[in-house]
């Protein structure tokens, strides 16, 4: 068992903290490593770093950042697999998924190589005689990113790549329950000749987020987590000078409409429910089907939560893996329970399942439950496990007022052939991201990603144009030369560069 660190200065840090945690497998519940929890003193000294290192980069060319943005991209290509399995080892999810994970996270990356691009201004010759304007985008300063358990690699990645394309100092607290994938990331900044200061990694609890919401040399914020932590962030952050994305939870829903092809949408329903155990923000936990073919989708998307197989994510045939610990667990299957007693009907139970030889991880198998009422805390509460709730509309236009009514707004989807309901659709409803016959509609890294409602607090989406519009200031230069004229003499503009 290994004392996992910290991450300061380009190299390893244990800090003056003592305490640790542990860090498990949850598809064994057995403790793989300990992880040092960083105190208010670490990071003073990373900040402290950081904003020295971050004076020198600001000023590095945008053509050597995009040299060290592609040396980065080609590492992380190479070191994928590697990564892969730490992310299997301490979350849960199949391998397969871990490096789809990568892969997407690695799209930010690829947009960072064109970080010159993004960064160009505008200029207008000429607005007033002899006056010319233009703008420019400099970086913000440190930045502090605070990411959740679910994509330890993707989340962090949809903020440094830009964050330090855009020249800024980079502090990232990886949730405590999958550290690894961020520390190896460190790694590959380090080979990939990112100067030392730039990227830091600073493992804690609570405490530690308050303090980083607090610190006066902390300039700007990035998170990702749960609602109510997000209206923690935001409101910390900004009442201490902040620039705050905090992007929260989801409880996403699809229409299905009756002249859908029903067996394409249940396949990938079933992919958007089950997968990575639904710990997902962009899963699909909710489906509103119209005109009464709530029956028939259930029992199609039934055949294909069966074929899932369910295991150990590094097995080749593993399709799904556990949930992310114990508490997890208990919540996912009381939420079940409760919609149950309320009258729903479980026509897909996974409540009780393991597979042979890991009794002891945290699992829910795949589980359909049709027939919700829309007061039970299934229904209302963001779930975040392998669980499709199936409720009902008898026309598009009250399936939109269920969709809208719901207090989380950050992705939909329609499943339908008719191109005017899903114009309709794309037009009414309220979520930032929509999919027209796509569940999952994430972007990719060229758009940003966000959603509406309490899914994301603060104007700016991550990643993408509207990461470079976070992670930087505008500036506006107004100019006038007076020497055009010719007023100045050889002579005079000799003595004046003496």
Not at 231 to 256: M, S
Not at 369 to 379: F, G, I, M, R
Not at 389 to 401: F, K
Not at 481 to 496: C, D, I, K, L, V
């Amino acid at each position: 068992m290994e004392t996992l660190k910290h991450w300061v200065n380009g190299t390893w840090y244990e800090g003056e903290g003592t305490a640790t945690v542990d860090v498990e497998n949850p598809a064994t519940g057995k403790v793989e490593n300990k992880l040092l929890q960083a105190t208010k003193a670490d990071l003073d000294y990373a900040v402290e770093i950081a904003k020295e290192a971050q004076k020198k980069w600001a000023q590095v060319s945008l053509a050597r950042r995009v040299e060290i943005m592609f040396k980065m991209r080609s590492l992380l290509l190479e070191n994928q697999e590697k990564m892969a399995e730490l992310i299997v080892k301490e979350h849960g999810k199949t391998f397969t998924d871990a490096i789809g994970e990568i892969q997407r996270g690695r799209e930010t990356l690829d947009f960072a190589c064109g970080i010159n691009a993004a960064l160009k201004g505008e200029f207008s010759s000429q607005v007033s005689s002899g006056v010319d304007v233009h703008s420019t985008r400099q970086p913000v300063g440190v930045v502090a990113g605070i990411c959740p358990f679910n994509f330890p690699a993707m989340v962090p990645m949809w903020m440094h790549p830009i964050a330090l394309a855009t020249g800024n100092a980079f502090i990232l607290k990886p949730a405590s329950a999958t550290p690894s994938a961020s520390l190896f990331t460190a790694e590959l900044y380090k080979q990939a000749g990112l100067p030392d200061g730039l990227f830091n990694v600073l493992s804690g609890d609570r405490h530690l987020v308050t303090d980083i919401l607090k610190h006066e040399g902390i300039d700007a914020i990035s998170f990702v987590g749960s609602t109510p932590v997000a209206h923690i962030v935001q409101d910390t952050g900004t009442a201490h000078g902040k620039r705050v994305q905090a992007l929260g939870g989801a409880n996403n829903h699809a229409i299905v409409m009756p002249d859908c092809d029903l067996p394409f949408a249940a396949k990938h329903i079933a992919a958007a429910a089950f997968g990575a155990a639904g710990e997902r923000c962009m899963a699909l936990p909710v489906v509103v089907a119209v005109g009464g073919i709530g029956d028939k989708l259930a029992e199609l998307v039934k055949v294909e939560g069966e074929k899932i197989v369910t295991g150990y994510g590094m097995n080749e045939d593993s399709e799904m893996g556990p949930v992310i610990d114990a508490k997890a667990r208990d919540r996912i299957v009381g939420l079940i329970d409760g919609a149950e007693a309320a009258g729903a009907d479980v026509i897909l139970d996974g409540r009780g399942f393991a597979p042979e030889g890991f009794e002891g991880g945290y699992w829910v198998g795949p589980t359909i439950v049709k027939n919700v009422p829309t007061d039970t805390d299934l229904y209302r509460e963001e779930v975040f496990g392998p669980v499709l709730t199936i409720v009902n509309a008898d026309s598009y236009e009250e399936a939109i007022g269920i969709v809208n009514a719901q207090e989380f707004g950050n992705g939909s989807a329609i499943f339908t052939n008719d191109g005017g309901v899903a114009r309709r659709f794309k037009n009414e409803v309220e979520a930032g991201m929509v999919g027209i016959n796509v569940p999952i509609p994430t972007p990719v890294a060229y758009y940003s990603f966000g959603g509406w409602k309490e899914s994301l607090l603060g104007s700016n989406h991550i990643h993408g144009p509207e990461g470079v519009a976070f992670y930087t200031k505008a500036k506006v230069v107004t100019s006038r030369w007076p020497s055009e004229s010719g007023t100045y003499s050889a002579t005079m503009s000799f003595q004046r560069e003496e």
